[in-house]
């Protein structure tokens, strides 16, 4: 069965300071791995993914994450934290091929950066 | 411009009554999706339609209907409500239902008394 896991309900960063988020997954097959933001009362946004190729992916906002085959993990960084970049964070799994698309998100990691 | 718009924004309603959300979507996709989101955040897929054709059902209760005159629309219908009905529901679409990143909606905060 795949599964995603986000170890850490909330991270703690100062403004200015690196930020990582944690996921990691199981999946049969090769895996399509998503990052999504929350902001309070909005919805989900679209930071980045990985398909395929570099394991190094950049997204949205200057986020970026790390896809590693052999820990099954695809965590979310960033090198200089913003106050703003305060928000949910999800990581997502894409199911088998025949399953439509259907995305499976880990619990969420609540992101606090302090000035 | 709007890409995903649901409506309601807010739905407060008592147990028992029928109540639906509309979805459109203006980004010419061809997956639309529903998903209903906890008290506790926690996001879990409810239906997904490709090209008006139900492709996911995940096991919700047949008082949730959803329904898709076209493929930019994909709307929830729910019958009888519970307590237990009370979440967030989000829409969203996608190009197709093969790899790509999904769009979602806003929400739509369901409060059943």
């Known amino acids: 069965a795949q599964s995603v896991a986000q170890p850490e309900d909330q991270v703690n960063v100062a403004e200015g300071n690196p930020l990582t988020v944690k996921c990691t997954y199981s999946?049969?097959?090769?895996?399509?791995l998503f990052w999504y933001v929350q902001y309070p009362n909005r919805g989900l946004q679209f930071l980045l993914k990985y398909i395929t190729g570099d394991n190094l992916v950049k997204g949205s906002y200057g986020f970026e994450a790390e896809f590693n085959k052999s820990q099954t993990s695809f965590h979310l960084k960033k090198p200089s934290a913003l106050v703003s970049d305060s928000a949910l964070y999800f990581c997502a799994v894409r199911a088998l091929y025949n399953q439509g698309g259907k995305l499976i998100f880990g619990q969420g990691t609540e992101l606090s950066v302090k000035p | 411009d709007t890409a995903v718009s649901q409506t309601p924004k807010y739905l407060v309603t008592q147990m028992g009554n029928d109540k639906s959300i509309k979805c459109e979507q203006n980004?010419?996709?061809?997956?639309m999706y529903w998903y209903k989101q906890d008290s506790k955040k926690f996001l879990k897929i409810m239906f997904s339609y490709n090209n008006k054709e139900l492709i996911i059902n995940e096991t919700v209760p047949n008082r949730f209907s959803p329904k898709s005159p076209d493929k930019a629309h994909l709307n929830l219908h729910i019958n009888s409500l519970e307590l237990g009905d009370s979440a967030v529901y989000f829409c969203?679409?996608?190009?197709?239902?093969?790899?790509?990143?999904?769009?979602f909606g806003p929400g739509t905060r369901l409060t059943v008394l």
């Open positions: 999946v049969s097959g090769n895996p399509y």
């Open positions: 969203a679409s996608s190009r197709s239902s093969s790899g790509n990143e999904q769009f």
């Open positions: 980004l010419g996709h061809d997956t």
